[in-house]
Structure formats: C-alpha cells, structure tokens
C-alpha cells in the first residue's frame, strides 16, 4: 500500500504552516502600497460568506488573502470589511450574527505586526496556539531581543504547576509561547503536558479573546513534539474534536494521526469549503463521501468530481467503491482511458467502460405501450449519465427512454411503465440502478420537494437498496432530518420484499424517534390487514434468515480458502477457516480477515463486504426477536400449533435464538403440557418425549403459569443440555397483586438514573418531551392486549441529560384501553380508566417489578 493513499495532499498558507512546530518557516513583510479600490476588488473575488444558521456566519476564500504579513492599512480594512458584512443585513432581530473566519487570518488580522517582539507574543497570546506563527518572525528581531524573550518564556514555565479550571489559560499561553521560542526543548514540553490533569472540562470551541472559556481542546496538543504524542495527549485527557477554525491547524499538526479526530465533525458550509481548498488528497475521499447526503453534500460531490485521482488513489472501501462509480461515470472519456486500473476503483473503471460498450435497444412494443400519461418531468440534481444502464434483451436503454423511466417514478401509484420494466429488466440491474437512484438524489443535500425520487426508486428496488436507505432512516432523526425518514418509510412499503417489511417491524421495536416508530407501525399494520393477518403474525413471516442453510451456517469464499460462518450459543455472529476436510479449523473470528496472496482478490474482498452485511444483519435480528418473544412472554401471545410450526419452531435464526426457552401448550385455557425446541425444532417435554400441537395453542410460558417444581425440573433439563436462554424466563422477577388492591406507588422521590433504568429493563416507552424538554411519564403498550400502562412522574426528565434532571415524585399510575400516540396519553386516570383486576396477571406482575426495582 503505497503511502500516497495516506496523503492528505495538503494547500496551505506559509502562516499555517507554522502550526506545525516541525515546519520552519520564515514569514515576509508584504510592502506594496494599499489601495482601497483594488482591495474592494480583490476581496470580492477571493471571498465569500456562507450563513451556517440564524447566529453565525463563515467567510469562505477561494485562495488566501495574504501570503504574507500585511501593513497596517490592509489589515484594519479587512478586518473591518469581514467585520461589519452580514448574510441577514436587513434582519433588525439580530443584532449582528458571529462572523468566523480562518484561525490564522483571525491571528493576523489582530496582531500588531509592527510591535516589539513581547508585542507579538502577546497579541497572538489571546489564543495560545496562535503563538506558534511568532516563529515565522523571529529573523526580523535583533539576536539579543530574540534571547530575552526565550529566556522571559522559559522563566515563566519554569514554576508552572498543575493548572486548574481558573488559570489554565494562563497556562496554555505561557506553554504554547515557550513552544514557539524553544521548539526543540521537547523534555521541558513533555514535563509541561504532563501537569495538565485529564479532568479538565473538555468541549469543542477553543476560547476566544471575548470569551476565555476554559474548554480543553485538540488543539491544545499542537505544542507536544511529535503528532502521535499529540494524538495521545487528547485521548488521555478526552479532548473533543478541535474547534471548527482550528480543525485544519490540528490535522497541519497531525497529518493522517489526526483524521479519526477531525472527520467527527459535521462542518458548516463556511468550513467545508475551507477543508475542500486546503485538503486535496486521498486521506480525504472517505470524509467526503460521508459527507454526502448532509448540508454540505453539494460541496463534498463537487470536490471528489474535481479531485478524480484523488479518489482513484484512495484506500477505499467496497461500499465506498460503489459510491464514486457514478462519478467514474461522469468523467471524460480522455480522462478514463489514462486512469490507472490500479487500486479499489480499478474493477469500478473497468465496469463503465463496459457499461458504455454495450449496443443500445430500441424501444420495445411493451414500452411504447406502458409509457403513457407520465407524470409531469421535473429538472433532475444529477444527469442521467451517472445512472447505472438498464438491458432489455441485452442491449442498453437509451437515455431517452432512462428519463422516461424516472418521469414514472414521479406517479403516486405505481405507474405501468415502472410494472412493465420489473417484467422486462433483471431484477439486481433495477436494484442497482433503485440505489444509485437513492445515492444522487442524497448526495447534495437532498431538497424535500424530489423525495419522489427516493420513494419512487423503491418501486425498482430491492435488498440492496433496503440495505443503502434503512440506517439512514435510524440516522436522520438524530440530524433532525424526521420528515425525511418518515418519508423514507414508503420507499421501504415500495419496495415490499420481506427484507424491506422487516426493516419496517424493526423500526417499531428499536428507534426512539415517536413519528417514525408510529408511521412504521401503520404501513405494518395496513399492508398486515390487506394479507388478513395481525402485524404480529405479519412480522413472524418477515423474520430474515441471513442466508443460513437448514444447518444454521453460511459459506463465504476466498477462492483459496474457505470460511464458514453461523450463531455462537451466545447469540455472537462468528466465522472459522475450513479445513481441506470441510470441518472448522483455528479460532473464532469476528470478522473475515484481509486476504492473502494465494486468495482471489476479488472475492475475497466481496466476501469481507457481504460478511460485514450479514454479520449485522443477524446481529439486529437476534437483538430484535429476543426484544419481541420476550414481550410476548409479558402479554401472554399464542400462535396456532400450525403456524407455530411453519414460521417459528422451523425458522433456522428462530429456532437458535428460541431453543433455551419453555413453552407452553394449550387446550383453550388448559397449560395441558410445557416442552423445549429440540434441535430440529420439534417440541419435547422434560423426557424427551414429542409433545403434539395439532389443533392446541403454543406461547411462551411465563414464570406465573408454572409451578415451583416446574421451573426446577426445567432449569436442570436446560442446563443439562447447556442451553442459555436468550432472555430471563423461569428467573425473572414475579409479583401479584392481592385482590381489591392497585399498585401502590413509592412515596419517596426516585433518583433519575434509575427510574430511567428500570423504565429500560422492563420495556417502558417514554413520553416525547413537552415544551421546555421534559417529559414527564413512561407508558408500557401493548398492542395485543389492547392496553396501555402509564406511570407520570414529576417534576420532569430533562430530555438532554438524565443527569441533570432531578429526583422524581412518581404521582400516577393507571392503564388506558387502547395504545393511543404516547403525546396523547393523560396525566391523570381517565374516565374510562382499566380496572387492575382486568389487566392480565402476568402484565400485573411486570408493572409490580418494575417498581420494585426503583
């Protein structure tokens, strides 16, 4: 692996370059005369302001403003002209937003480059860092004004002692000026970092000079000797990512050692653009690609367009691979046929070109038939020439035909052109063409008004694009992108494969987001009753398998070698190496490992992809139905002996995740036998012996339905077969409830942390947050009862922190009928309250020992 994929390919100012206590640097005077009209000039070219949100704006610059130190004149009216513009002049709300400009423009503009030596130091002081562009200076001072200064900075370091919250920014001034005048001291530079405790309040702003908060940052590292030091420094003290001016300071200081730490921010435009002038190699694809479907998304696509073999020298992932191929597309033909098949984007190259070698098709009959009465075309924020081609009889449709294809994707229903081209069209080409759909309309920053294209695409796709929109759909909430993934949920209902359908019942059991989880469950439930089933019985038949065989394994290939891959007893997703035999051999592995020279390159790699796939896959499968059969376990669920048959004893994750349980068997309301999962998923009593469920009911039996021998007869028979359970069954906790009495509520307040922790244990869902983000119930729905529980307890949980909030007074506990949206549940009984003595015993219980563990 050459090192040029590591490159950073970094285009910086000689002013930053003194970030880097490694660069030596010698800054020039720039004398020329200053003329305010050429100056006017200049600056509107070289720069541009980009509003961030309603309070900040950044200055952008398509080249530096200086490359040397400026006069006085040039400096005072540029800091004026960044100064006084603003994105919103006309707004008499705001009283003037933040402007932020680049760290060492900012450090330029404010030092007094005409001072004394002491001057400079302590202009640029204000910000410790900052210090480090005195070096650049030093050869205009006379020898003797140079020594008095490093003999002042290494007094004033001399009796530094560990710093605290107060005088820490004395400290890191006096530290950052001995590093600027003594750089090579690196003993007296480690003693220096080793007083400053790991407990300092970390955050992501670096101080200001009109606002010295002490905020442990990266940045703060710059002045250690060597980057992996510097890296080290913010990992022991948990310094957060850099303060967005000093993100590029940091990764000058840091190279490639500083990525993991930078690439965690999300930048603001002003920003991004100031990352994508200063950062053009390799090191930087993976960000960009990232950065694709965010504020900045445009940005980032048009820097890997203008940065191609940037992109082809990168260490790229498959998924990453797949990501640029549209733009692989997209380039000159010239351009191409020079490229290098080297690399990850080699294959990728090697595809477009025969993508566009292929013969293109005339129209077919059924096409001109089926596209009629298409939706009114709309500009599209990509051209159709990065779209993966489409062959009907082998040959290519033409672009003519591609823009009518996405015209149809415009209808509100499924429109005939897109029914006729499932029939024509092999289904993984239509897949590939629904993801790289999904892909372009993402990539910069989306607009809500093309949403068609992403729900329309999912009438074409089918796993693989299931696999590239459902974590974005768990992501989006977090980016406050709600609509977006609300809207997503449709393209998923497009989409109709049990991989999609599964997705969807996933969402309702695991995202913490109300609109989401609720649109979920009403595309489950519609699309249940269109098939006549409960969406329970809906989500047993949706259950992926992973691709396992009946043995509960999976092969994967590297040519050479053979892995194969299955659920350890733990429920853990694990693979060994084949022996020549066929049998395992070695250790157990997590993940496949990199290929060897003797492998098929090219599979091996598939086949790491495809492994980290269904490795999660069957990770939140797992994770899923334990959550699913545990509730059930609480709401007393049965299913038909028939149906338990064919869509759970026999389902090779089921059968696994499941055999470590006792079931139950029912004659109407009779336990008539309890039994195990054997290993071909018959039932079997405690002796082994085949328990029929023809015509009876199956369910998971709860603690309550079994008496005290029962759960010791099965806790020896499970342990003597070395079956874990997949939840707590016969041990978990139990309570009733004594006739004529409700659930009495502790009288004393109960401490945030473990209300909060209880209310997890024991499946409690927590309200949305009200006006001023405190929410102040948890509320236990069943749908399958038809009841919902709810506990209100005051003065409130902050949403924001747990830890903040403050101990709460428990004021309510009733149930509701129904399981009406959490927002709308009351605070106090209804009417039409639920009596206790009508809720099931085995909720009861659940309730009971909920608050018995607070």
């Not at 990232?290 to 020298?313: C, F, N, S």
């Not at 074409?460 to 989006?476: E, M, N, Q, S, Y």
């Not at 545990?630 to 059968?655: K, N, Q, S, Y």
């Not at 099931?840 to 018995?852: D, G, I, N, Q, R």
Request: aromatic content about 8%.
């Amino acid at each position: 692996m050459s090192s040029g994929r590591h490159d950073l390919g970094l285009r910086i100012t000689p002013f930053e370059k003194l970030y880097d206590l490694d660069a030596v640097v010698e800054l020039e005077r720039d004398d020329t005369p200053f003329v305010r009209e050429a100056e006017e000039s200049r600056a509107q070219q070289l720069a541009t302001l980009f509003q961030h949100d309603y309070f900040a704006d950044y200055w952008g610059f398509r080249e530096p403003p200086f490359v040397r130190v400026p006069g006085p004149q040039r400096r005072a009216w540029w800091a004026q002209h960044l100064r006084t513009h603003n994105s919103h002049p006309t707004d008499v709300r705001r009283s003037g937003p933040a402007i932020h400009v680049p760290q060492w423009l900012a450090a330029v503009l404010r030092t007094n480059w005409e001072g004394s030596l002491a001057d400079i130091l302590a202009d640029l002081g204000q910000y410790g860092p900052d210090v480090l562009l005195a070096r650049g200076v030093l050869h205009w001072f006379a020898a003797a004004e140079v020594a008095a200064a490093r003999t002042a900075a290494a007094d004033a370091v001399a009796h530094l002692q560990e710093p605290n919250e107060l005088d820490f920014p004395e400290f890191r001034t006096a530290l950052f000026t001995f590093a600027a005048l003594h750089p090579q001291a690196h003993a007296e530079l480690r003693r220096l970092y080793a007083l400053i405790p790991d407990d300092l309040p970390a955050g992501a702003h670096p101080p200001t000079p009109r606002s010295p908060v002490v905020w442990l940052t990266v940045a703060d590292a710059l002045a250690l000797p060597t980057p992996a030091e510097r890296r080290e420094f913010a990992r022991r003290t948990n310094a957060k990512a850099p303060g967005l001016r000093m993100l590029l300071p940091w990764l000058i200081s840091t190279g490639t050692a500083g990525l993991s730490i930078a690439d965690r921010y999300q930048l603001p435009e002003g920003f991004m653009h100031e990352r994508a002038q200063a950062i053009t190699g390799p090191a930087q694809v993976s960000y960009m690609l990232r950065q694709l479907g965010h504020d900045t998304g445009r940005q980032a696509w048009q820097w890997l367009a203008e940065h191609l073999d940037a992109v082809l020298a990168a260490d790229l992932s498959t998924a990453e691979v797949e990501e640029v191929v549209p733009l692989l597309r997209l380039a000159s033909p010239a351009w191409r046929a020079a490229a290098p098949r080297t690399g990850a984007c080699g294959p990728a190259l090697a595809q477009v070109e025969t993508e566009e070698s292929l013969p293109l098709a005339d129209p077919p009959a059924w096409w001109q038939a089926a596209a009629q009465r298409l939706p009114k075309a709309q500009e599209l924020p990509f051209p159709l020439a990065a779209l993966p081609p489409l062959r009907v009889d082998g040959r290519r449709l033409a672009a003519a035909e591609v823009a009518q294809l996405v015209q149809a994707l415009r209808a509100k229903n499924r429109h005939p052109l897109v029914t006729a081209v499932r029939e024509h069209v092999d289904a993984v080409e239509l897949d590939d063409f629904a993801t790289t759909l999904l892909l372009l309309w993402l990539a910069p920053n989306p607009s809500a008004k093309q949403a068609w294209l992403m729900t329309g695409a999912g009438w074409l796709g089918g796993d693989k694009f299931v696999a590239a929109l459902a974590p974005r759909i768990r992501w989006w909430p977090s980016a406050q992108r709600f609509q977006r993934a609300v809207t997503a949920l449709t393209a998923l209902h497009h989409v109709g494969s049990a991989r999609a359908l599964s997705e969807l019942a996933d969402i309702t059991k695991n995202m913490k987001t109300a609109s989401v989880k609720r649109r979920a469950a009403e595309i489950l439930t519609e699309l249940a009753a269109a098939r006549g089933l409960s969406p329970d019985e809906l989500e047993d038949q949706l259950v992926p398998d992973g691709g396992l065989d009946a043995s509960g394994r999976r092969r994967f290939s590297y040519g050479a070698r053979q892995f194969v891959s299955y659920l350890t007893d733990a429920y853990k997703v694990v693979a060994r190496q084949l022996a020549a035999d066929g049998q395992p051999q070695g250790k157990e592995l997590t993940g496949l490992p990199d290929p060897l020279a003797s492998d098929d390159a090219d599979r091996a790699w598939e086949a790491k992809s495809e492994f980290a796939a269904f490795k999660k896959l069957l990770t939140g499968t797992v994770r899923t139905q334990k959550q699913r059969f545990a509730r059930f376990m609480v709401e007393g669920r049965r299913w038909r002996g028939e149906d338990f048959a064919a869509h759970i004893a026999t389902h090779v994750v089921l059968r696994h995740v499941l055999r470590g349980l006792v079931w139950g068997v029912w004659d109407g309301e009779e336990l008539t036998a309890t039994a195990r999962l054997d290993a071909d998923g018959q039932l079997v009593d405690a002796a082994d012996e085949a328990v029929a469920v023809a015509g009876r009911e199956v369910s998971v039996v709860h603690p309550l339905q079994l008496t005290r021998a029962d759960r010791q007869t099965w806790a020896g028979v499970l342990a003597d077969y070395e079956l874990a359970p997949s939840f707590k069954q016969l041990t978990h906790p139990t309570a009733t409830l004594p006739a004529g009495q409700d659930p009495q509520l502790p009288t004393a307040p109960v401490e945030p942390r473990k209300l909060v922790a209880a209310a997890k244990k024991f499946g409690w869902e927590a309200a949305p947050p009200a006006d001023g983000g405190y929410y102040h119930l948890h509320a236990w729905p069943s749908r399958l009862l038809g009841v919902t529980v709810v506990l209100v307890h005051s003065p409130g949980l902050a949403a924001w922190s747990v830890k903040e909030s403050e101990p709460q007074t428990l004021s309510a506990l009733f149930v509701v009928p129904g399981t009406p949206p959490l927002r709308q549940l009351p605070h106090t009984p209804p009417a039409d309250a639920v009596a206790w003595s009508q809720v099931p015993a085995t909720l009861v219980s659940e309730v009971l020992a909920t608050l018995a563990a607070l």
